[in-house]
């Protein structure tokens, strides 16, 4: 999980930190604009009766699987130097667990 940029040597430390902030930014605004940071659409995830949030994030797991896979390929990027970190599932699934119930309790 680091940033690609830095690995390749392309980038400084500051300007490898603004292009952080301005994707953060641009990602947050479409969000913020699409109505997916909306507590209504989060919730009606919870209840089972709005998909919405869920097909935008497969789509954006898909896509990035892909774009990882052929910048793989094309030998842009080395998977070996990502770091993937340990799964924990029952950590996992009780965070899940908690975070969702403390959703629905806000959302109610």
């Known amino acids: 999980m680091g940033p690609v940029i830095k690995l390749a040597g392309m980038v400084n430390t500051p300007v490898?930190?603004?292009?952080?902030?301005?994707?953060?930014f641009f990602f947050g605004f479409i969000l913020e604009s699409s109505g997916l940071a909306n507590c209504r659409k989060i919730a009606g995830v919870f209840y089972l009766y709005d998909v919405t949030v869920v097909k935008v994030m497969f789509?954006?797991?898909v896509t990035?699987?892909?774009?990882?896979y052929a910048t793989s390929a094309l030998g842009i990027l080395d998977l070996s130097l990502?770091?993937?970190p340990d799964t924990y599932l029952y950590s996992y699934i009780l965070?899940?667990?908690?975070?969702?119930?403390?959703?629905?309790?806000g959302g109610y």
């Open 16 to 24: 490898d930190f603004f292009l952080a902030v301005c994707f953060g």
């Open 59 to 61: 789509t954006a797991i």
């Open 64 to 68: 990035a699987m892909l774009l990882l």
């Open 82 to 84: 990502l770091y993937v």
């Open 95 to 105: 965070a899940g667990f908690v975070l969702g119930t403390g959703m629905v309790i």
